[in-house]
């Protein structure tokens, strides 16, 4: 059970051995599929209410502290964080090499992972 309410849809690694699901509670989780257990979690200055987007070893994924978040998979470290415009509700997504980020600002950022 996680600390606080979940909107966002878990979602899980390409080799299906763990889940990240952001909470209320300003933090993103990861747990092991096959027992449960809490692997990781990261702490933010914001609700984390969008799903990450998680390719190979890492996860991105937005906060309404206005920051997007990149993260390795395997043990929750902060590979970087960058300062948008506003709250981060929508998923982030990744175009070719670059990733989509939308506010409810009402901006569309394309940043580089």
Known sequence: TLEDRVEASPVADPAGELVMVGCYDHS????????GQLVWTFPTGGMV???PLVTGEMAVF???DHRVYRVGTA???????????????????????TLVI????????????
């Open 62 to 64: 937005g906060s309404y």
């Open 28 to 35: 993103l989780y990861c747990l092991a599929v096959s027992t």
């Open 75 to 97: 043990v929750g470290e902060n590979v970087w964080s960058k300062k948008v415009s506003g709250s981060v509700l929508a998923s982030p997504v990744m175009v070719e090499n």
């Open 49 to 51: 209410k969008c799903s």
């Open 102 to 113: 939308a506010t409810l600002s009402g901006e569309v950022s394309a940043v580089q992972p």
